[in-house]
């Protein structure tokens, strides 16, 4: 029978609490030999050798696909990111042979001027459901019709990127911080990219180093800059050596605290974070990663071996997740997704609502649907698990935590409504309450959905009960009976 190997690069050391009984040894060290040479005799001292644990074994159904659609690939070939990089499905015909594509989804592929390029690694592409269209990973790489309708309010750069940039490819919208674009190329495209008006443009990774010159001496020149996140595109596309001629550079500038990198790689190409990676990063810390997570299918056991490595090697991780309909705005989806991160060492950073580009609509939830999802989370896990619902404000606006705008929204109409100072304000059962009474009860503003036994003054239970307000998904937390609100609408 056939054994699949790793490169030996992958190859971890025995962990030192194997015992020799789980070894497989051509010889065992004889522990009753003693050290000492005595003279004129000398002792030869066997040497144990260990069968090597692999650190980058297939999961079956990585193993299965590979066999299948690339019979002549070697283990080892795939599991080499080059590799994959080479061999990534980007037409039509490529993919119809690995999934049975629904008439909207070869529409959406033949394409048209502007549309984000088709390109998916094998490696991802073995995730993806053969007979099921409506598999959220899938939806979220295979173009569909509804990419070719735009709705009001979508643009091309709805975060207003290219209007900070203080040169092509460094934005500078922060006083601390910039985003340098060191790249257009991903191994994967998503559809509902942010970036999709520039990434995919060439054929292969980008290398603009005049371009990065001039990006690194604006950093060097400006002193308040002490945070730099490189994105693109994706960072973790380029090779060692280039990646680590940036992060060297930069680690130069005194006034540079923190680097960052924002990737998919550890999700759609995990082949990419190899020892050698991991080394060379070591070199440049406070390093810190944010990884694109978007759904519980992707937590596999090459994902999993890839953030550890990254873990291991000191580098803090956080998950930028995009909410997104029918894919994972439910709160059973969401919270598989952030239980599965911290068990693989990755802190669940940011929620984003899906920024407005061109064709993206069918992507798009209310804003109340994410908020729900937090809502569901909080007090019901560690608040590890729970990430910052944001919207990225269209035109340059900055990130917004929607948790925090909705309770100063909150509080500020039960002060209007009600005509009470914010410090007459209390929260009692399922009410707001404010010190202003009604025929002689205190009035405030009922909380649907919350466990409460507080009833309104006609003796019904709390509820939208004040005539013609419609208070339908306002939502609050208590914390030790004071004033901790968080709402919904």
């Known amino acids: 029978m056939k054994t699949e190997t790793a490169s030996t690069e992958d190859v971890k050391p025995p962990s030192p609490g194997i015992g020799l009984k789980d070894v497989q040894p051509e010889v065992l060290y004889d522990f009753s030999l003693k050290r000492k040479h ?23 159904r990585v193993s299965t696909f590979r066999k299948q659609f690339f019979p002549n690939t070697t283990p080892m070939e795939w599991n080499d990111w080059r590799w994959q990089l080479g061999h990534r499905i980007r037409d039509i015909h490529t993919l119809s042979r690995m999934l049975l594509l629904s008439d909207d989804e070869q529409l959406g592929i033949t394409g048209f001027p502007g549309q984000i390029p088709l390109a998916i690694t094998p490696y991802y ?21 509804a990419e070719r309708f735009f709705s009001p309010g979508e643009r091309e750069d709805p975060l207003g990127e290219e209007h900070d940039s203080a040169l092509p490819g460094l934005v500078h919208r922060y006083p601390d911080r910039v985003l ?38 604006y950093i060097e020149n400006t002193p308040a800059v002490r945070d730099v996140l490189l994105s693109g595109g ?21 006034h540079v605290e923190l680097l960052r990198i924002g990737t998919k790689a550890p999700v759609v190409l995990p082949q990419r974070i190899t020892p050698a990676l991991t080394r060379m990063m070591k070199k440049y810390h406070p390093l810190w990663i944010s ?37 994972n ?43 729900e999802i ?71 503003i009922p909380i649907p ?14 509820g939208a009960w004040r005539k013609g307000a419609d208070y339908e998904g306002w939502y609050y937390l208590r914390s030790s009976g004071r004033l901790s609100l968080q709402w919904i609408r």
């Open 38 to 60: 005595h003279r004129g005799k000398k002792k030869v001292i066997p040497i144990r050798k260990i069968q090597p644990i692999l650190r980058s074994a297939n999961s079956a």
């Open 449 to 462: 959905g919350m466990r409460s036994g507080r009833k309104d003054h006609t003796g019904r239970q709390a």
């Open 125 to 145: 592409a073995s995730l993806l459901e053969r007979e099921n269209p409506s598999q959220p990973l899938r939806r979220t790489v295979v173009p569909l019709v």
């Open 291 to 327: 990884v694109h997570f978007t759904h519980p299918d992707e937590l596999t056991p090459e994902t999993t071996l890839a953030c550890e490595r990254l873990a291991d090697a000191g580098i803090p991780l956080g998950s930028q997740t995009v909410l997104l309909s029918g894919i």
């Open 374 to 444: 937090i809502r569901g989370l909080r007090g019901y896990t560690t608040g590890y698990a729970v990430p910052t619902y944001v919207i990225d404000a269209p035109g340059g606006g900055g990130k917004m935590d929607m948790q925090c705008l909705h309770m100063s929204l909150m509080l500020r109409e039960v002060v209007e409504k009600f005509r009470c100072s914010p410090n007459m304000l209390w929260a009692d059962r399922g009410m707001i309450c404010c010190s202003r009474t009604m025929r002689g009860k205190p009035i405030g």
């Open 329 to 371: 705005d439910d709160l059973g989806t969401m919270q598989t997704l952030v239980h599965g991160l911290l068990k693989i060492r990755v802190k669940p950073y940011y929620l984003y609502q899906c920024d407005p580009i061109l064709g993206s609509s069918h992507f798009r939830t209310p804003v109340s649907k994410g908020l």
């Open 180 to 217: 340098f674009l060191v790249t257009d190329f991903c191994s994967t495209y998503c559809r509902y990219c942010t970036r999709s008006r520039m990434v995919g443009n060439g054929k292969g990774p980008t290398f603009a180093k005049g371009q990065w010159e001039r990006a690194i001496a």
């Open 234 to 254: 994706d960072p973790l596309t380029m090779p060692d050596e280039t990646l680590e001629w940036l992060l060297s550079r930069l680690r130069t500038i005194r």
